[in-house]
C-alpha cells in the first residue's frame, strides 16, 4: 500500500487538517440522515486520543465558489456535536482558524472559496498553513482534485484517516489483490453509464453477472425481442464488444435467463414468469422488469462458488414490488455466505445500498462504500487524486 495512516503520524500538539465528507441530507435546518457524520468519529477520537487537534474541512452542496448561507456547514454542527460527544468550534473564515480554540474545530464550508474546486496552488498553501499535518478521510471526494483533496497534501506530511484507511483496504482486498475465484454484480439502468466499469472488470473477473435494464441491452444484442423493455439500441454493438473481452480475457458473463414480465411499471403489477434468451420475443408492450426465480437460483449458485464478490446496481426495478424479489434473494444470499466465512462481499453506489438495506443485507457484507462516484472510479481502474497525493 503506497499510503500512509494515521498510525504512521505523530500527531501530539499538532493541528491535523482532516478533509471529511459530511454532505448529509438536511431538511428544516436538521440532518436527516447521520450515517457519514458518525463514519468520520473514529478518525477525529483517534487524533484527540494521541494529543491532536482535529480542523475539519468539509464541503456542501455545490455553491460554485461563492457564499451561499443555505449551504452553510452550521446547519450540521449539532449533529456533529451529537456524534462526538463533545464541542465543536465552528470557524466561518479561514483567518480566524490559528486563534480558534477548543478540541475540535470545523471549518465553514471549504467551497466558498473559489481555489477549492479550481485546486488552485496559492489557495492550497493557504489551507496548508492551517495545520502541521494533513489526514484525508473523506474517500467520497477523492476523485476530486481540489485544494482540499489534492493540492495541500503537496505542503504537509500527509496521511488516510481511519475511514479512507478502511474503504482503501477493502478495495484493494476486493480488487486488487483478492482472494479468487472474484465475482461481481453489476447492476442498473444502463449500460452507457457504466462501460468503462465493465470494461475494466471482465479483464479482472471470474464471474459478471449482469442485471437490471442493462441486462436487455445484452439479451438484445444476442437477438431478442424485448418489447417495451429498457433497451439502449445505440449499445449493442457496445455489449457484444464488452461479451467479446470477456470470452477473450476467461471471464463468465451470467445474463438473466428468465423476468419478471409486466405490461406496466407500477407496484403490484400483474405480471408473468418468461423465458430469456436470444430467441426471446415479447408482445410489443411487455417489459421484462426484474429477473426470474430461475435466474435466482443460477446467481445464488454463482455466488458458492466465488470467494470474493463485488456489488455495484440491484437486479431489477427493486423500487417498486414484487420487482425487487431477484435482488433481495441475491442480495440476502450473499449475506448468508459472508456470515458463514465463505465469502467478501464488497459493495458500492447509491442504488446498490439503498437496494442492499431494502434486502436486510447490509449489516452482513464485508464493507459498504458510500462513496459513488469514487468507488466506481476506482472499480474503473481509475487513479484518485486524492489517493495518489497521499502516495509515498
Known amino acids: 500500500m503506497g ?39 473514529p478518525t477525529v477520537q483517534d487524533i484527540l486520543a494521541k494529543g491532536g487537534t482535529p480542523v475539519l474541512l468539509a464541503h456542501f452542496g455545490r455553491p460554485k465558489g461563492k457564499v451561499n448561507p443555505d449551504m452553510s456547514l452550521g446547519q450540521v454542527l449539532p449533529a456533529l456535536r451529537d456524534a462526538l460527544g463533545r464541542e465543536v468550534t465552528f470557524v466561518e473564515a479561514l483567518e480566524d482558524v490559528a486563534a480558534a480554540q477548543g478540541d475540535v474545530v470545523l471549518v465553514e464550508n471549504i467551497r466558498f472559496h473559489a481555489g477549492e474546486e479550481a485546486n488552485d496552488p496559492e489557495f492550497a498553501k493557504r489551507l496548508a498553513a492551517l495545520g502541521d499535518i494533513y489526514c484525508n478521510d473523506a474517500f467520497s471526494a477523492a476523485h476530486r482534485a481540489h485544494a482540499s483533496t489534492e493540492g495541500v497534501a503537496q505542503h504537509l506530511p500527509s496521511c488516510a484517516g481511519r475511514l479512507m484507511q478502511a474503504e482503501l483496504s477493502a478495495l484493494e482486498a476486493a480488487l486488487s489483490s483478492p482472494e479468487r475465484p472474484v465475482g461481481a454484480v453489476v447492476g442498473g439502468a444502463k449500460v452507457s453509464t457504466k462501460i468503462a466499469l465493465l470494461e475494466n472488470l471482465v479483464n479482472r473477473l471470474d464471474l459478471l453477472v ?167 472510479e476506482w472499480m474503473e481502474g481509475k487513479e484518485l487524486p486524492g489517493v495518489a497525493a497521499l502516495g509515498g
Not at 454463482?302 to 431489477?316: M, Q, Y
Not at 445500498?353 to 447490509?362: D, E, M, R
Open 210 to 376: 449482469i442485471g437490471g435494464g442493462m441486462a436487455n441491452t445484452f439479451l438484445v444484442a444476442q437477438g431478442a425481442q424485448l418489447g417495451a423493455s429498457l433497451c439502449e439500441d445505440d449499445y449493442l454493438d457496445t455489449a457484444r464488444d464488452i461479451m467479446a473481452q470477456a470470452d477473450k480475457a476467461g471471464c463468465r458473463v451470467l445474463l438473466p435467463v428468465d423476468g419478471l414480465v409486466a405490461r406496466e411499471f407500477k407496484a403490484g403489477a400483474e405480471h408473468t414468469v418468461a423465458q430469456l434468451g436470444p430467441d426471446t420475443v415479447l408482445e410489443a408492450d411487455q417489459m421484462v422488469l426484474d429477473a426470474g426465480p430461475e435466474t435466482v437460483k443460477l446467481v445464488h449458485l454463482a455466488f458458492e462458488g466465488l470467494k470474493t464478490l463485488i456489488w455495484n446496481g440491484p437486479l431489477g426495478a427493486f423500487e417498486i414490488a414484487p420487482f425487487d424479489t431477484a435482488t433481495v434473494a441475491a442480495a440476502q444470499h450473499a449475506a448468508a455466505l459472508t456470515t458463514q466465512g465463505t465469502l467478501t462481499s464488497v459493495a458500492g453506489g447509491g442504488d446498490t445500498v439503498a437496494a442492499l438495506n431494502q434486502a436486510g443485507a447490509s449489516e452482513a457484507f464485508t464493507y459498504i462504500s458510500t462513496a459513488g462516484g469514487a468507488f466506481l
Open 3 to 41: 499510503w500512509k495512516t494515521l498510525d504512521d503520524m505523530d500527531v501530539s500538539g499538532k493541528r491535523v487538517l482532516v478533509r471529511v465528507d459530511i454532505n448529509v441530507p438536511v431538511e428544516g435546518g436538521k440532518v436527516t440522515d447521520a450515517t457519514r457524520i458518525t463514519r468520520i468519529v
